[in-house]
């Protein structure tokens, strides 16, 4: 398989700033030009294309081009026979004008797979004039590695496969083709919808696990104990989550601890501790009661700003029927790319 890997990786901030060698072992180089390495110890033809030359070191240079590695810094050049083209690049708008450049150059059928610096249904939205008027070949997945090649930790990658929401992003051929490479380097390709790759997978999945552990934790004790009905207990489930995520969105973390009111969040919470196995709540109640004085200044400190606490699915529906779908599913686009703009 032919094989383009942009952007080898920032070893300064791997190395002397977050120490991965110390913290979680591997060797650099780590990153982007890991991945590159690994597909072409792998057998496929690989190019790394990074512009800059001081990301790495000579040394590293030199055992990224002995793995088989061709090096350049021409991002276009680099697309031309691209069957995969994996995005390790920069945050946002870094990544998006990096994704247009070289979308023209792409052999037919290619596809390209962002890693964690942008989710794949946001650059599908920023590329879809594109993708449906010049480039319908053209497919976007993901990659995402789910921890910084390079370390042991990196074991698997998070595929993009078909999003909840009906969008023709890619192939059902060009999602297996992502796996496919994942998997020629030995770690495990879990396939997922595009638009979930984000939560399972960044470094926000931790607060997808924490959070799943309390939304299991309530239902069980909402439907099992209180023998409360499934449909209220996932109401107040969506209530909770939305209400966290609004304010978050307006006031920032800060502001959604001041509104919440840890001490009160505490009192209210210890209520539900009915099951002597509630594991995850005392862990909870613990973290939240031993908030130091810089947390509870730096909270009290926080503005909590005006916030609309909508369910954001009843919100998209009732737009489709104000303003018609098609100018909805434009609304709901551009507030989607405003999450990394």
């Not at 030199?62 to 083209?85: F, L, P, Q």
């Not at 939205?125 to 990196?154: F, I, N, W």
């Not at 994942?182 to 960044?202: F, L, M």
């Amino acid at each position: 398989m032919k094989v383009t890997v942009y952007g080898a990786g920032n070893q300064k901030l791997y190395t002397d700033e977050l120490n991965l060698p110390e913290r979680y072992g591997g060797e650099a180089p780590y990153g982007g030009s890991r991945m590159a390495m690994e597909f072409a110890m792998a057998g496929h033809d690989v190019i790394l294309a990074e512009p800059s030359r001081e990301v790495l070191d000579d040394e590293q240079w030199s055992m990224v081009e002995e793995a088989g590695v061709t090096v350049t810094d021409n991002d276009k050049e680099a697309a031309s026979e691209a069957e995969v083209a994996v995005l390790f690049t920069p945050f946002g708008k870094g990544t998006f004008s990096i994704a247009r450049e070289i979308l023209p150059e792409l052999p037919e059928g290619s596809v390209i797979a962002n890693t964690c610096t942008v989710s794949p249904v946001v650059l599908y939205y920023v590329l879809e004039k594109e993708l449906k008027l010049e480039r319908t070949d053209v497919g976007v997945s993901s990659m995402h590695p789910a921890a910084v090649p390079g370390t042991p930790q990196h074991g698997h990658y998070v595929i993009g496969g078909r999003p909840t929401a009906e969008l023709d992003m890619a192939t059902d051929e060009q999602v297996s083709r992502c796996a496919e490479l994942a998997e020629s380097t030995g770690k495990k390709a879990y396939i997922v919808p595009a638009d979930v790759t984000s939560a399972v997978a960044d470094m926000g999945s931790l607060v997808t696990a924490v959070a799943l552990a309390g939304v299991l934790d309530y239902y069980y004790v909402g439907t099992q104990i209180i023998k409360a009905p499934e449909e209220m207990v996932e109401k107040q489930i969506l209530m909770t989550l939305q209400t966290m995520a609004s304010l978050v969105e307006t006031s920032g973390v800060d502001g959604m601890a001041a509104a919440i009111n840890p001490e009160l969040l505490v009192k209210s919470a210890r209520s539900m501790h009915l099951l002597d196995e509630q594991e995850e709540l005392d862990a909870a109640l613990k973290k939240i009661s031993d908030l130091n004085d810089d947390v509870m200044k730096w909270i009290e400190g926080a503005e909590v700003k005006h916030t609309d606490l909508v369910a954001a699915q009843a919100l998209t529906g009732e737009l489709k029927t104000v303003m018609g779908d098609r100018a909805a599913e434009g609304t709901i686009r551009k507030c989607m790319r405003k999450m990394f703009e």
